[in-house]
């Protein structure tokens, strides 16, 4: 069976590695729970993070191009290059796996879901959504209300 779109890739790393993106992704909102002015920044630096899906695109699309050019310039053998890269995005289209994924998560790389689990925690923080949780005294508190909901 084909897996749901947001979950191809998480199923397709290791535990231990979804883990850690979601301890970080705690770590984060536990931080701006406690500075809360700096949550603008952070949300700056979401915007322009790239996720996974992006990152494969991009990656794809460079050697599948410096295989059509090698095998126009240098010898056709080099267009097995943009076949392979080809198959293998089609392959993680469909299953959410490809050979570069487990690279790119143990490099730290995250889904689109996971990106933005963070950024409506933060925006829940913040009180883009209204009133949150406990009193403001219990940053803590309020940050596991802002990841609940921002993981629902």
């Not at 002015?37 to 460079?62: S, V, Y």
């Not at 097995?80 to 998560?105: E, S």
């Not at 933005?116 to 596991?144: C, H, I, M, V």
Request: glycine share 6%; with cysteine.
């Amino acid at each position: 069976m084909v897996p749901k779109t947001p979950e191809r890739v998480p199923k397709h790393t290791p535990e231990s590695f979804n883990r850690a993106i979601q301890r970080d992704i705690d770590r984060s909102v536990r931080y701006y729970a406690r500075h809360r002015k700096r949550i603008g920044e952070r949300l700056d630096q979401l915007d322009r993070e790239w996720d996974i899906e992006r990152t494969l695109e991009a990656n794809a699309a460079t050697v599948a191009f410096t295989g059509v050019v090698l095998g126009a310039a240098v010898d056709r053998r080099w267009l097995a290059l943009p076949a392979l890269v080809t198959a293998f995005l089609f392959q993680h289209a469909v299953q959410g796996w490809c050979p570069p994924i487990p690279v790119l998560r143990r490099l730290g790389f995250r889904t689109m879901r996971e990106i933005d689990t963070e950024r409506y925690a933060l925006k829940a923080l913040r009180g883009d959504f209204g009133p949150l949780g406990p009193g403001k005294q219990d940053r803590d508190t309020q940050a596991s209300h802002a990841l609940q909901a921002a993981r629902l």
